[in-house]
């Protein structure tokens, strides 16, 4: 019903910049908060950046001061500003959107497919 097509992952060097985009297709009547996270091989999947309809944001300590997340409501599409990127930022980028509603339903979430982001000199 919903689907999440994410851009702009790649190859950075360190303290180099990316951004990420993350835009939610469907019949969407609204989506409460849509967020970013991460998954770095053998670790778990964490939150990034967070963000809700009304502009409310959230940041993992780690990323705090290089990253920002924002949204254009409009478009039910979000996305994240990366700078100064560390090798540790390597991961594999997921965007997720919670508290979807549709004409039909309300409640849903979903996921991206995910985009690499590697940070390597």
């Known amino acids: 019903q919903v689907q999440l097509v994410e851009s702009g992952g790649g190859l950075v060097q360190p303290g180099g910049s990316l951004r990420l985009s993350c835009a939610a297709s469907?019949?969407?009547?609204?989506?409460?908060?849509m967020g970013w996270y991460r998954q770095a091989p053998g670790k778990q999947r964490e939150l990034v950046a967070a963000?809700?309809?009304?502009?409310?944001?959230n940041y993992a300590d780690s990323v705090k001061g290089r990253f920002t997340i924002s949204r254009d409501n409009a478009k039910n599409t979000v996305y994240l500003q990366m700078n100064s990127l560390k090798p540790e930022d390597t991961a594999v980028y997921y965007c997720?959107?919670?508290?979807?509603?549709?004409?039909?339903?309300?409640?849903?979430?979903?996921w991206g497919q995910g985009t690499q982001v590697t940070v390597s000199s």
């Open positions: 997720n959107a919670d508290g979807i509603a549709t004409m039909t339903v309300s409640g849903l979430s979903s």
């Open positions: 469907g019949s969407i009547f609204s989506i409460y908060a």
């Open positions: 963000i809700t309809s009304g502009g409310s944001t």
